[in-house]
């Protein structure tokens, strides 16, 4: 009887303790957040006197402003357009040339899959420079199609070579009889290899997603236009090399991080099946 009262006590001090680690690692993850929102209705001067407290003042036309001067009406339609044809061409892409590379075999297949995954190891840095001459060079400097197709080819990387090994999962008898039924290889994929590689399709999507609607440095180099910029080009027009306007700055990144947010909590349950199942078939 003594062993299991001291055993219910060890079962609630370490349920108490497990608790408190998790409200503590909570409280971290979320006061980020609360401290841009909270500083987002300062003004310059107030946050410079006062970084952590609430205002004294809540100033609401710091929102107003960054949503006129900001353009962002424009730029959130053109982060949407960009995010979203850049996840369906990576998605529908890399999945096809995954199933090829897995399930269709060929002497050139392993040479083909090789120079598709050695672009997981460049880096965006690495071939700015290139890609802005390349861009330039065929005339697609400050037009849409200049930007999809960097950040398309960007993406497949990573989308082929996740996409190809969790296909390689897939029974190999599936295919076969498949092929022997009649079906050609355009309805197995469509048919048996897609609904069976939706956790993985989540996972790169998420990935594809964040990535897209997030980036900066490429778009920045690629258009001077600015109706075919994206939202984190309008947020870093409130940081100056000689001032900042932290108020409309962070009010400006509070109205950027909202789509993400409600990205995340409408899809949440979709991603933390797609990221668990696709880190353990993968």
Do not use: C
């Not at 609630?12 to 609360?34: E, Q, W």
Request: glycine share 8%; aromatic share 14%; proline share 4%.
């Amino acid at each position: 009887m003594n062993d299991i009262k001291d055993r219910n006590v060890r079962s609630r001090i370490s349920s108490f303790f497990t608790y408190l680690v998790m409200i503590f690692f909570t409280v971290m993850a979320l006061y980020p957040l609360f401290w841009l929102v909270i500083s987002s209705f300062k003004t310059t001067t107030e946050f410079q006197m006062n970084k952590l407290g609430f205002p004294r003042r809540w100033v609401t036309v710091n929102y107003k402003d960054a949503w006129v001067r900001g353009k962002f009406p424009m730029l959130i339609v053109n982060s949407f357009f960009y995010t979203g044809i850049t996840t369906i061409a990576i998605l529908v892409f890399s999945f096809m040339a995954g199933f090829g590379f897995a399930k269709i075999r060929h002497k050139a297949t392993p040479i083909l899959y090789g120079s598709f995954v050695i672009g997981i190891l460049l880096t965006l840095q690495s071939i700015m420079v290139p890609l802005f001459l390349i861009v330039n060079w065929v005339g697609l400097y400050n037009t849409r199609l200049g930007v999809l197709i960097p950040y398309i080819g960007i993406g497949m990387p990573m989308g082929v070579y996740l996409g190809t090994e969790y296909i390689r999962s897939i029974p190999d008898a599936l295919v076969e009889s498949a092929r022997i039924d009649g079906a050609s290889y355009g309805r197995i994929f469509w048919a048996i290899v897609i609904p069976m590689a939706v956790p993985v399709a989540v996972t790169v999507a998420i990935l594809t997603v964040t990535g897209t609607w997030n980036e900066f440095m490429l778009i920045n180099i690629l258009t001077s236009n600015d109706g075919l910029k994206s939202l984190p080009v309008g947020v870093q027009k409130f940081a100056g090399a000689l001032s900042t306007d932290y108020g409309k700055q962070f009010a400006a990144l509070t109205i950027g991080l909202i789509p993400m947010l409600l990205f995340y909590l409408v899809f949440r349950k979709e991603i933390t099946k797609g990221v668990a199942a696709g880190a353990v078939k993968g």
